[in-house]
């Protein structure tokens, strides 16, 4: 006999109001799958006279969303944020013993160790695999069918409206400030783009995937963090002329010293690497296991579909009573990570600097690179124009960050140096 489950949800938005669309339209095919009707009872969202394009007469509204907490089996929140209604729904949901799903990053990358125990302590599931890179079932692909390797290192492009600009601008050869103005203009982009460009919302999901991989409790603060302000569209010309696409990329990976390293920030790709023909909106997950070799998930990281998607698999899995810890292992048994320091990372660099075109400047910032043991791959120098400064762009050998981070603040303090240097890390991914 079909079991019967009841849903609340807590946010009907764009992912919201398409779950609930989606629950409705395929019932009989998810109670197939899932052997449960799976039957919304309840919802909640700020304002109750807003035409979300379905119907919702016929469940119970919430004006307060916490109040969602202990009305039905599975509590869905989709509202966001990392702290007010959604921390205290979730917190109060699992507390009764009500399985969860949500969508929601910052709620997890901030409190997902907190959650995960209290699911536990209360025998309920917690469930987010909407929370990264939207559509792709990454954090299924990792804790169940990757679940066999350990992992040295994942590396994706976790925020489509970032890589929508960066694919734009190298596509199109313009300028940032043109493209995000037009990507908020098309609603690609937030009227406040700060979490997509400056790397928070990509760093979100990283402190999530690392607990994943890395079997500890997610760590934001750990994550060194660099946006995409600075990108000017002739650093994407250069890097084509060398061979590479900037992306904007989130990394972790295990150090030689067990430490784990954390980080988010523009990188030079190869051109004709699987990572760079990541376009547009889409996102990406590449993983390194030990067993399998490397795993590239692309998909559509976000969107009222593909996050709808992602909360109904959620959904699905805990109808059917799957029970793998939020984190893959028990959250006791996830301990907080050692960070590695940036200092330490060791990398190819691209070095953009706007110089005048003087004698001896070249011969100076060589020397500078030879004192720090930095030795030069390649170098462009186009003709300059005596009246304006002129770009010299260099890539480097392997080196350490920490002694490239001196390199460029001696560079920098030359007379002859017009402008901030852009210093740009080349991953070989
Ligand atoms: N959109 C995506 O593509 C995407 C992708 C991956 C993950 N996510 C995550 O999914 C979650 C929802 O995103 P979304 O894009 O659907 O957001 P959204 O369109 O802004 O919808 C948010 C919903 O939450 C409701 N809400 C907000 N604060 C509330 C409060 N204090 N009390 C009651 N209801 C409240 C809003 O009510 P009103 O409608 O009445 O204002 C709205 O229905 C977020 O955690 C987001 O990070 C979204």
């Known amino acids: ?37 799976l039957d919304v009872t309840c919802v909640s969202a700020r304002d109750r006279t807003k035409d979300r394009g379905v119907a919702l007469d016929s469940y119970d509204w919430q004006d307060d969303p916490v109040a969602c907490a202990d009305k039905a089996d599975i509590v869905v929140e989709l509202m966001g944020g990392d702290s007010g209604p959604a921390y205290d729904l ?44 939207g559509g792709i079932p990454i954090i299924d692909a990792i804790t169940h069918g990757l679940s066999a390797n350990r992992f040295t290192s994942l590396a994706g492009i976790l925020n489509g409206t970032a890589n929508y600009i960066l694919t734009t601008m190298d596509k199109e050869g313009r300028d940032f400030d043109d493209v995000l103005a037009e990507a908020q203009a098309k609603g690609y982009a937030e009227a406040d783009p700060t979490f997509d460009i400056d790397g928070i919302d990509a760093a979100h999901k990283l402190a999530i995937l690392t607990s994943l991989a890395f079997g500890c409790t997610p760590d934001f603060a750990a994550i060194h963090i ?35 390293r954390q980080r988010v920030h523009p990188c030079l790709v190869a051109a004709d690497s699987p990572i760079a023909r990541i376009d547009g909106a889409f996102n990406a997950v590449q993983c390194f296991g030990n067993a399998i070799g490397r795993v590239l998930l692309e998909g559509p990281g976000a969107g009222a579909g593909p996050t709808a998607s992602a909360v109904i698999s959620d959904i699905l899995q805990v109808a059917r009573g799957n029970r793998t810890p939020a984190f893959m292992q ?34 100076e910032i060589t020397r500078i690179f030879a004192e720090h043991g930095i030795s030069v791959q390649s170098l462009i120098q186009h003709d300059a124009d005596a009246n ?3 770009d010299i762009v260099m890539t480097t050998h392997e080196t350490q960050e920490s002694s490239m981070q001196q390199a460029v603040q001696t560079i920098a303090r030359m007379q002859a140096i017009c402008d901030q240097p852009q210093l740009i890390r080349i991953e070989p991914v």
């Open 330 to 363: 028990p959250a006791t048994a996830c301990k907080a990570a050692t960070p590695a320091s940036m200092d330490s990372l060791q990398t190819r660099y691209y070095l953009r600097l706007s110089v005048l075109d003087q004698p001896g400047v070249l011969a």
């Open 90 to 133: 979730v917190k109060a949901a699992l507390t009764n013993g009500k399985s969860v799903v949500t969508a929601n990053k910052a709620l997890i990358a901030k409190h997902g160790a907190e959650l995960a125990e209290l699911a536990e302590k209360h025998g309920a599931i917690l469930r987010f695999e909407a929370a990264v890179a």
């Open 226 to 260: 660099e946006g995409i302000r600075s990108i000017t569209r002739r650093d994407s010309a250069y890097a084509k002329e060398l061979g590479y696409v900037v992306k904007l990329l989130g990394i972790t990976e295990q150090t030689a010293d067990s430490g784990i």
């Open 1 to 37: 006999m079909t079991e019967r489950l009841t849903l609340a949800i807590a946010g009907l938005g764009t992912v919201g109001a398409e779950t609930v669309r989606l629950l409705a339209a395929h019932r009989d095919l998810y109670a197939a799958r899932s052997g449960a009707m």
């Open 388 to 390: 304006r400064p002129a």
